[in-house]
């Protein structure tokens, strides 16, 4: 089992910026992609970013493209998001999530491990 567990997340205003962070411990061994994604109210959860483990290829949301950044530091087992230019309408829960594989993916059913999740709410 790989626990994870998802920080940074608050209240900022739009044009702003947030950086999350999550920790990954647990059955961490081996090579797996980390990946966000985010679930505003009524909607379904949705593919935000995604790294891989070796050399680092990364995937983006159109949505999310220009404006933010997923890093991961492999020895710390952890992956951030750093967020600019935030606007309303990403305003959601983000959840951190794990799956041992090679290459990113963007379907959430190819993900076994996920976060608790944490908000971020943008104010226009």
């Known amino acids: 089992q790989v626990q994870l567990v998802e920080s940074g997340g608050g209240l900022v205003q739009a044009g702003g910026s947030l950086r999350l962070s999550c920790a990954a411990s647990?059955?961490?061994?081996?090579?797996?992609?980390m990946a966000w994604f985010r679930q505003a109210p009524g909607k379904e959860r949705e593919f935000v970013a995604a790294i891989s483990w070796i050399g680092g290829s990364t995937d983006y949301a159109d949505s999310v493209k220009g404006r933010f950044t997923i890093s991961r530091d492999n020895a710390k087992n952890t992956v951030d998001l750093r967020m600019n230019s935030l606007k309303p309408e990403d305003t959601a829960v983000y959840y951190c999530?794990?799956?041992?594989?090679?290459?990113?993916?963007?379907?959430?059913?190819?993900?076994?491990?996920w976060g608790q999740g944490t908000q971020v709410t943008v104010s226009s």
């Open positions: 999530a794990v799956n041992r594989a090679l290459r990113t993916s963007r379907h959430t059913i190819e993900y076994p491990y």
């Open positions: 647990g059955r961490t061994f081996g090579t797996y992609v």
